[in-house]
């Protein structure tokens, strides 16, 4: 059964429509064999940016933040980069300033880290810069409280300062050690 076959079954004919629509015109992708993967990842995109619009319309924003945190707490489980930084938040530290570029700052008397993701795109693969809400945002705040609390090893507190998504060049964290 080829591709587009599968997705009627699946789908029922009109609700997928949209993802049908990318198959239609299989002449026109046969001319830059690069494109499918392209065209997939922007259709992910699309549609992450329209999903999080529907949930955030009309509802509270706070539980709608509290399901966007728990996709980033698994986002930052899947990465495991904090797993080998137990106990060692300096270590930690150095390794994501190298790895991504991203600054810090520890008030070690405060108990309080300032994260700083360096200008440019949002690192996240499925944000589409025009689409997406800022409420998205809310993902890397689950990422964060998940790698602090692993090194750590207790809960942390985390507050979106800045987000690129709202309109700011960078996006900057405050991590509170409790």
Do not use: H
């Amino acid at each position: 059964m080829d591709r587009k076959k599968f997705l009627q079954s699946v789908c029922g004919a009109g609700i997928c429509g949209c993802a049908l629509s990318f198959l239609a015109a299989p002449e026109a992708l046969k001319a830059e064999e690069a494109a499918p993967a392209d065209q997939r990842l922007a259709f992910a995109r699309y549609q992450v940016a329209k999903l999080a619009g529907f949930m955030a319309a009309g509802k509270d924003p706070a539980a709608c933040a509290g399901f966007i945190e728990m996709t980033g707490r698994e986002c930052a489980k899947l990465g495991q980069l904090q797993a080998r930084f137990k106990g060692d938040p300096d270590g930690y530290l150095a390794a994501i300033r190298k790895l991504w570029g991203t600054e810090s700052a520890w008030d070690r008397e405060k108990g309080i880290i300032t994260v700083s993701v360096p200008e440019g795109e949002c690192g996240c693969p499925l944000v589409d810069a025009r689409r997406t809400p800022a409420f998205w945002c809310n993902c890397s705040v689950g990422y964060q409280k998940e790698s602090f609390e692993t090194v750590f090893g207790k809960p942390v507190q985390v507050a979106l300062k800045e987000s690129k998504l709202a309109g700011s060049k960078r996006c900057v964290f405050e991590v509170r050690i409790a």
